[in-house]
């Protein structure tokens, strides 16, 4: 079962009804209690980074959420702003986050470029993954994911970076640290390719 968070940012059905198109069991939460009993945990997330970190806060999951992922080792994967969520802090607000991908989210800049590339940047694009990362095994054709963020995470460990895109640049498209997995493209509008990221996490164990 994947127990997918709303805590008031982001819109969940889409991602419920790509699980129940691949014949995966998912479930919309939304209290302290369930995100503790969760098999597997989907953080979404849309709109601006202090924004959802207060709405966290303010519901009382920062502490369950901590105890779930980071004591109890409940697989997460965080998904365009919810991956943002993992990291340190971002330059939008100033809001502290999670802190369990070591790191710090900066906005697109393309100072210096002769033609500059729209923000916020949304389209396909093209992924450059890792050999070992989890969520891209078993899928050799090339990986196209749908993006839609001017921001985008700086790793402080490039082991922690499981993909990569370029938009005027390279950045980091998604992390995997352990069991805590994060995808800054929306897998759930990506078609076939959504699909086998979705399905591969459904796939994840719990680490001991």
């Not at 209290?31 to 945990?41: F, G, N, R, T």
């Not at 710090?104 to 949304?122: A, L, Q, S």
């Not at 993006?147 to 370029?166: L, N, P």
């Not at 929306?186 to 399905?199: D, I, Q, W, Y």
Request: proline share 3%.
């Amino acid at each position: 079962m994947i127990s997918i968070l709303d805590y008031g940012i982001g819109n969940l059905g889409s991602i419920v009804n790509m699980f129940k198109y691949i014949g995966v069991e998912s479930e919309i939460i939304s209290d302290s209690a369930s995100i503790l009993k969760a098999e597997k945990l989907i953080l979404p997330g849309v709109g601006a980074f202090a924004n959802a970190m207060n709405e966290l806060h303010k519901r009382g999951f920062v502490e369950p959420l901590n105890k779930a992922v980071m004591e109890q080792k409940t697989p997460v994967l965080g998904i365009c702003l919810g991956m943002q969520l993992l990291c340190d802090g971002s330059d939008e607000g100033g809001a502290t986050g999670l802190g369990w991908i070591k790191g710090r989210c900066k906005k697109f800049n393309f100072d210096g470029f002769d033609e500059k590339p729209r923000i916020p940047h949304m389209g396909w694009k093209v992924l450059e993954a890792a050999q070992n990362g989890q969520l891209y095994q078993n899928n050799a054709e090339e990986k196209r994911f749908y993006f839609v963020h001017s921001y985008h995470m700086e790793c402080v460990d490039k082991v922690d970076v499981s993909a990569r895109a370029t938009y005027g640049y390279p950045f980091t498209a998604a992390v995997e640290k352990g069991h805590i997995f994060g995808a800054q493209f929306h897998p759930e509008k990506s078609h076939r390719f959504g699909m086998k990221v979705l399905k591969n996490f459904s796939k994840v164990e719990k680490s001991c």
